[in-house]
């Protein structure tokens, strides 16, 4: 099956949450496709120095003003979307991202793997790794960022089922857009990475954002790497059945073949 | 610690056991050093078409011409090796490496995650995965080849306390060097890995192996990569301790942070 994915590498403005809704509205309003991925955070920025920022950026998944932007968008272009956002629930706060589909369903992934300071404003995920079903019926796994660094997040969404890995980001350190080949390789799952672009500061922090978001093959192929700073949507068809095929060769399947009984 | 590593990229001679302990032992005679890792069946070659040439390359680990050779090399140099080798225990053949030490100590891993054909000619590794003191006490996890591919492998190493990985490999697939990039920085330990070069062929069957034996720091560092095609042996120091820092920023610890309820 032809399956439409995209991923957007995207600038948010810190703490304006409406122009953000605004921007993305713009550039995604006449595009279809199956399934497209927008960074982490992508409502609000990403660097907080105080709780209020947070809280001021926080809204509920099923209620709030970006659930209802692309539940609108999911059903006018008929195409399911992952977008990072600012999660309250019960007031607290988690760096969540929503997975909404055209039928106006919404799933919700609260990062586990927590980033730096993000410790100090965010809870941990307490969810789990989890695969829901995109548009089309196709298994999409959610982790965010920093997940990354943990191979047990691809890991266990690749057992779980997931056909693709959608992978919203705001990343900072070198090695996550190869690391993510590597992820994609050992699972034989297609990764997709939106990375956010940008310097962006708040108070005497300041942070520049790695762009280069990637769509990568099932079988480790780099199909599109995006340019470090640009602001843009790629879109492209992929297969998702290869990923249901976890033989690297004709006698290796990544996933029956392993030794758990050795693994701590 | 300043600790003094190296790693040896080898062409051996298929089923040529005293041919390649000759020119291991013309290329090592002169280097001290501290660590020095050679790849998968440096002492045999890769390419097997019947058991029987499996069984005329394996030796008992203790008491072969390898464990011989390494053990004089190991006294008069005062250098640990890691050299990968057929082991016969008790008429099973398993892909192993040992680690010998200068003062006449052997330990021994047992290939567990077999690449292709391996299947049809060796016993899956039994011992697990596993972290053994090199000279001046340095631990040093012990994984081969294909066990690349399962994030577990070094995964498990690191929890066991590796400071270094040693990985003897005969690489034909393109993605392992950048994946162990990946390994170190998502455990904070060195990785060396030791492949090969050129071209093999036992009747119908040929391998080409892809050289660019490295090294990498436990920051993700690459230290050294060697070229695709040239025999060499490359020597630097590195400082182990470092390995035992597992933090990526302040607040990131990988091994600490992981969130092992929510992973398969």
Same mark, same amino acid.
């Given at each position: 099956?032809?399956?439409?994915?995209?991923?957007?590498?995207?600038?948010?403005?810190?703490?304006?949450?409406?122009?953000n809704l605004?921007?993305?509205?713009?550039?995604?309003?006449?595009?279809e496709?199956?399934?497209i991925?927008?960074?982490?955070?992508?409502t609000? !920025?990403? #660097? %907080?120095?105080?709780? *209020?920022?947070?809280q001021?950026?926080? /809204? $509920?998944?099923?209620?709030?003003?970006?659930?209802?932007?692309?539940?609108?968008?999911?059903?006018?272009?008929?195409?399911?979307?992952?977008?990072?956002f600012?999660?309250?629930?019960?007031?607290?706060?988690?760096?969540?991202?929503?997975?909404?589909?055209?039928? !106006?369903? #919404? %799933?919700?992934?609260? *990062?586990?793997?927590l980033?730096?300071? /993000? $410790?100090?404003?965010?809870?941990?995920?307490?969810?789990?790794?989890?695969?829901?079903?995109?548009?089309?019926?196709?298994?999409?796994?959610?982790?965010?960022?920093?997940?990354?660094?943990?191979?047990?997040a691809?890991?266990?969404?690749?057992?779980?089922?997931?056909?693709? #890995?959608?992978h919203p980001?705001?990343?900072?350190?070198?090695?996550?857009?190869?690391?993510m080949?590597?992820?994609?390789?050992?699972?034989?799952?297609?990764?997709?990475t939106?990375?956010?672009?940008?310097?962006?500061t708040?108070?005497?922090?300041?942070?520049t954002?790695?762009?280069?978001?990637?769509?990568?093959?099932?079988?480790?192929?780099?199909?599109?790497?995006?340019?470090?700073?640009?602001?843009?949507?790629f879109?492209?068809?992929?297969?998702?059945?290869?990923?249901?095929?976890?033989?690297?060769?004709?006698?290796?399947?990544?996933?029956k073949?392993?030794?758990?009984?050795?693994?701590?």
């Amino acid at each position: 099956m032809k399956y439409k994915v995209g991923v957007c590498q995207f600038k948010p403005k810190l703490l304006d949450l409406e122009f953000n809704l605004k921007k993305m509205e713009n550039i995604l309003s006449d595009v279809e496709a199956d399934l497209i991925v927008l960074p982490e955070l992508v409502t609000s !920025g990403y #660097i %907080f120095c105080e709780k *209020k920022e947070v809280q001021s950026m926080a /809204e $509920k998944a099923e209620e709030g003003p970006t659930s209802k932007l692309f539940r609108k968008l999911s059903k006018k272009n008929n195409t399911s979307y992952v977008v990072g956002f600012v999660e309250d629930a019960n007031n607290k706060f988690y760096n969540s991202a929503m997975l909404v589909n055209p039928d !106006g369903e #919404i %799933f919700v992934y609260r *990062k586990i793997q927590l980033f730096f300071e /993000e $410790k100090f404003f965010f809870e941990y995920g307490d969810l789990g790794f989890n695969v829901f079903k995109a548009k089309k019926g196709v298994r999409v796994g959610l982790m965010i960022c920093f997940d990354w660094i943990y191979p047990e997040a691809a890991r266990t969404l690749a057992l779980k089922g997931a056909q693709i #890995i959608a992978h919203p980001a705001n990343l900072v350190l070198p090695w996550c857009q190869q690391a993510m080949i590597t992820r994609s390789v050992e699972n034989q799952v297609y990764t997709i990475t939106a990375n956010r672009i940008g310097k962006e500061t708040n108070k005497d922090k300041e942070l520049t954002f790695t762009g280069h978001s990637q769509i990568v093959s099932s079988k480790g192929k780099i199909i599109k790497r995006l340019s470090e700073n640009e602001e843009t949507l790629f879109v492209t068809e992929i297969e998702p059945e290869l990923a249901d095929d976890k033989k690297v060769t004709i006698h290796n399947d990544v996933l029956k073949d392993r030794m758990t009984e050795y693994y701590l």
